[in-house]
């Protein structure tokens, strides 16, 4: 044992030192893919995006989808775990590239909204059971495996949309009770004005909801859907595909609303984002590469911003 063990030792002495070798060779190259790696920085609720690449696919949190005209768009859903995540472009060429996004913990405001009843604060089970049912079919909506693109940025506004309170990733309280986040923007847009479709794509449900009323769900490819709420009327049907500017439904007040107004949400990739990042121009997305405080700068104007006009405002009842 003794006449084994100062060999042995010598061994392992050899081993430690070539291991030793190893790592700080491996440490070196980490260090140098870490640093080589492009960063960048988002906000919960926000997108970033990749250019000059030729991008063929993108992937983030385990999933691979479509770019968009050759560019990688990064969705970060409202609950993103903030913190550094990696990201994936691959080219034209099928070549990987490697990067990474640090995800930004957002302060969402807190909103009370008073309902003339509390049909909307305390269910009925009736319409508890509804809502379950409801909600587990459009949750299906966000499940399948994302086709190409069908849209260019920026989208088509969905109405004139007059300027409203930044209210995505609100934490509302309807009756002084907790009830839920807002995943979307309201605008406050008129009875009747016609809501039309911000791409092309596909009807992949449009029905009368409990909370949300008269709603449809468009697949525009690429893993984007868009959503409007709270409609009067429903003008296309589930399995309709329909263009960019197509008449979708009339803006109502339809489900738990408080009067008339236009509700846009967008889920893509499953992510619920902020929609009016996706009606203004991507070049006010952080992009990976550029400096943090150039994209603070654009998470700052993103949070505050409102689309542009398109029509003179016509008279619209507060939301
Ligand atoms: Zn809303």
Redesign the pocket.
């Known amino acids: 044992m003794r006449a084994d063990a100062v060999p042995g030792t010598e061994r392992q002495g050899a081993a430690r030192v070539a291991a030793t070798a190893g790592w700080t060779a491996l440490a070196l190259l980490v260090s140098a893919l870490a640093h080589a790696a492009p960063t960048g920085l988002v906000a919960q609720g926000g997108v970033a995006r990749w250019t000059g690449l030729a991008a063929e696919d993108c992937a983030i949190m385990g999933k691979r989808y479509p770019a968009v005209d050759a560019v990688c768009y990064y969705p970060i859903d409202l609950r993103a775990k903030p913190g550094v995540h990696e990201i994936a472009l691959y080219d034209q060429d099928g070549k990987q590239h490697l990067g990474s996004l640090t995800v930004e913990a957002v302060e969402f405001p807190e909103v009370e909204i008073t309902l003339p009843d509390d049909t909307y604060v305390e269910l009925s089970e009736a319409n508890r059971n509804r809502h379950i049912e409801e909600r587990a079919r459009v949750l299906a909506l966000f499940k399948g495996k994302p086709g190409p693109a069908q849209f260019s940025l920026p989208l088509a506004q969905p109405a004139n949309m007059p300027a409203s309170e930044n209210d995505f990733g609100s934490r509302r309280l309807f009756n002084g009770v907790r009830k839920s986040q807002?995943t979307?923007?309201?605008a406050p847009v008129a009875m009747g004005t016609a809501v039309k479709a911000v791409a092309d794509g596909k009807v992949l449900l449009a029905e009368d909801q409990f909370f949300t009323g008269h709603s449809v769900f468009v697949d525009h490819g690429g893993g984007l859907v868009s959503m409007n709420?709270?409609m009067s009327e429903l003008l296309v049907a589930a399995g309709d595909e329909i263009k960019r500017g197509q008449t979708l439904g009339k803006v109502g007040s339809s489900g738990r609303s408080t009067g008339p107004?236009l509700?846009l949400g967008m889920r893509w990739m499953g992510a619920r984002i902020d929609p009016y990042l996706l009606l203004a121009s991507p070049n006010l997305l952080p992009t990976v590469g550029e400096t943090v405080v150039k994209a603070e700068a654009k998470i700052d104007a993103a949070r505050t911003a409102e689309p542009e006009e398109v029509d003179p405002p016509g008279k619209a009842p507060a939301p």
Do not use: T
């Open positions: 807002h979307g923007r309201d709420f709270h107004h509700h």
